[in-house]
């Protein structure tokens, strides 16, 4: 069973481009969460998705950045008009919902380095 | 709001010795906790989690943790450390969200192992 995967694994843009992260979860996982890590720092929560729906974007920037998942496909971090703090480190991690357990453990991926010139 | 603090940025023991790496939480209800471990360049490994239960959980690669809510910590131990180990540590406490919980990390403890 393959685990979480993220592409690319590193990714360099310049000052105002778009960055593209993708991040395929476990199979049978419908429940995805974005974070980002900057250098000597634990990760940040930055959205919670689940299939065609975001559950919780409390710790997203409020500008230039958005996060989809779709019914069919891998999910989306999208950086628009990149800037230099932007990079970092940005991982995913998946779960399944369980009634019967009511907690889930989340998997994380390898994570994407985004570096911006 | 919960928040977590890993005293220690850095704790060097040498191979074959005991290890804890310190974590305090603060949050309102009854945590959930984790500690995760990353390696250099890759994402983060599950060791161990608390949910409700027994407050001594056993983790992988021979890690332990135990919970103690009258001094909200939630201290990470190993006997016996391998130079392996060497790697950072993540302490995190999760707080319920729709169906899920998300997790609030803290900072990091840098293991160091000498030979």
């Known amino acids: 069973n393959a685990g979480v995967m993220q592409n690319p694994r590193h990714l360099v843009r310049r000052r105002g481009q778009e960055a593209r992260l993708r991040c395929s979860p476990m199979?049978?996982?419908?429940?995805v969460y974005w974070y980002r890590q900057l250098p000597e720092e634990g990760l940040k929560f930055m959205v919670y998705?689940?299939?065609?729906?975001?559950?919780?974007e409390s710790g997203m920037p409020k500008e230039r950045f958005s996060a989809e998942f779709p019914k069919e496909g891998p999910s989306i971090l999208r950086i628009q008009q990149v800037v230099r703090g932007d990079s970092a480190a940005y991982f995913c991690?998946?779960?399944?919902?369980?009634?019967?357990?009511?907690?889930?453990?989340?998997?994380f991926g390898p994570g994407t380095r985004l570096l911006v010139l | 709001a919960q928040s977590v603090t890993q005293p220690d940025i850095h704790i060097t023991v040498s191979e074959g010795a005991s290890l804890e790496l310190r974590c305090n939480y603060s949050?309102?209800?009854?945590?959930?906790l984790f500690w995760y471990v990353q390696s250099p360049g890759q994402g983060l490994q599950l060791l161990l989690k608390?949910?409700?239960?027994?407050?001594l959980v056993q983790g992988i690669k021979g890690f332990e943790a135990e919970f103690k809510r009258s001094q909200s910590s939630f201290n990470l131990r190993k006997p016996s450390v391998h130079w392996s180990d060497a790697a950072e540590y993540f302490c995190?406490?999760?707080?319920?969200?729709?169906?899920?919980?998300?997790?609030?990390f803290g900072r990091g403890t840098s293991l160091i192992v000498h030979p």
């Open positions: 608390y949910f409700s239960g027994d407050t």
């Open positions: 199979k049978g996982h419908s429940h």
């Open positions: 998705l689940q299939k065609e729906n975001i559950i919780d």
């Open positions: 991690a998946s779960s399944r919902f369980d009634p019967g357990v009511g907690e889930e453990t989340q998997y």
């Open positions: 995190a406490v999760g707080a319920r969200t729709g169906g899920s919980y998300i997790p609030t």
């Open positions: 949050y309102g209800a009854t945590p959930y």
